[in-house]
C-alpha cells in the first residue's frame, strides 16, 4: 500500500509559480495533466533527484506539492467522527503531525521514477460540480497498470485534493483504520504522540 500511494504525490509536483497559478485555475482534470507533465520533466531533468538526495526532494514536495491538498479536510476524514472531540489546538497539531508524515512517508518516490507513464481518463462530472474525480493509470513496464483516483474539491482557492484512491483503496480510509485504534488506547492526544514519534523516526532515517 506504501509503495503504492507513494504516486499520489508524484503527479502533483509543480516546476513553478507560473504553472501553479495556471493549476489553480484551471479545472480539475486540466490542473492534475498539467502538473503531471511538469512533474516528469523535473524528475527525468533533476540529477540531485535522481541520484536520491531526500532533503530536495522533501523540500520539493513541501514548497510545491503541498499547495493542492486540502490538509485540514484530509485529516478530518482520517480521524473521523473523533475529529469533532478534539480541541481546536489538537486539530491544529493533528493537521501538522498529519502532513509532516505525508510528506516524509512518500517524498522518496520522487527517486523512484524510471519508466513509468501515466493515462488520464475523461472527466465525468457536470460544469457545476465542486466535487469531482479525477481517474489516471500508471504503467510499468513488466507490471500491471496502477489505478490512481483523485477526489478534489473547489475551493476559494481553486481544486484542491482531498483524498487518493490507489487500487481501490483509499488513503484517508487506510489511515482511518490506524488512527482509530491509537484514539482508543491513548485518546487524541495520544494520536498526536504517535504521530510525532513516527515523524521523528522518519527523520532520523
Not at 485529516?75 to 469533532?84: N, Y
Not at 527517486?111 to 465525468?124: E, G, M, N
Not at 466535487?131 to 481544486?159: C, F, H, M, N
Not at 485518546?187 to 527523520?203: E, M, P, V, W, Y
Request: with cysteine.
Amino acid at each position: 500500500m506504501k509503495k503504492l500511494l507513494q504516486w499520489c504525490l508524484v503527479v502533483l509536483v509543480v516546476s513553478g509559480l507560473p504553472n501553479l497559478v495556471y493549476a489553480q485555475g484551471a479545472g480539475p482534470d486540466e490542473m492534475v495533466k498539467s502538473v503531471t507533465n511538469d512533474v516528469l520533466g523535473i524528475v527525468r531533468s533533476d540529477e540531485a533527484i535522481k541520484a536520491g538526495d531526500t532533503v530536495k526532494v522533501i523540500a520539493l514536495v513541501d514548497q510545491k506539492v503541498l499547495p493542492h491538498f486540502d490538509f485540514n479536510h484530509m485529516t478530518a476524514l482520517a480521524v473521523g467522527r473523533d475529529w469533532r472531540s478534539a480541541t481546536p489546538e489538537q486539530q491544529k497539531r493533528l493537521v501538522e503531525a498529519f502532513r509532516t508524515l505525508l510528506v516524509r512517508t512518500y517524498s522518496n518516490s520522487l527517486t523512484q521514477y524510471r519508466d513509468q507513464t501515466i493515462d488520464f481518463k475523461p472527466l465525468r462530472a457536470d460544469p457545476a460540480d465542486v466535487v469531482v474525480k479525477v481517474q489516471t493509470s500508471v504503467r510499468q513496464s513488466g507490471a500491471q497498470p496502477i489505478a490512481i483516483d483523485y477526489s478534489l474539491e473547489k475551493t476559494d482557492q481553486g481544486w484542491k485534493v482531498f483524498d487518493v484512491v490507489v487500487s481501490g483503496v483509499s488513503l484517508v480510509t487506510n489511515y482511518r483504520g490506524s488512527f482509530g485504534d491509537e484514539i482508543r488506547v491513548g485518546g487524541i492526544d495520544g494520536l498526536i504522540k504517535s504521530l510525532d514519534t513516527k515523524n521523528k523516526s522518519l527523520a532520523a532515517k
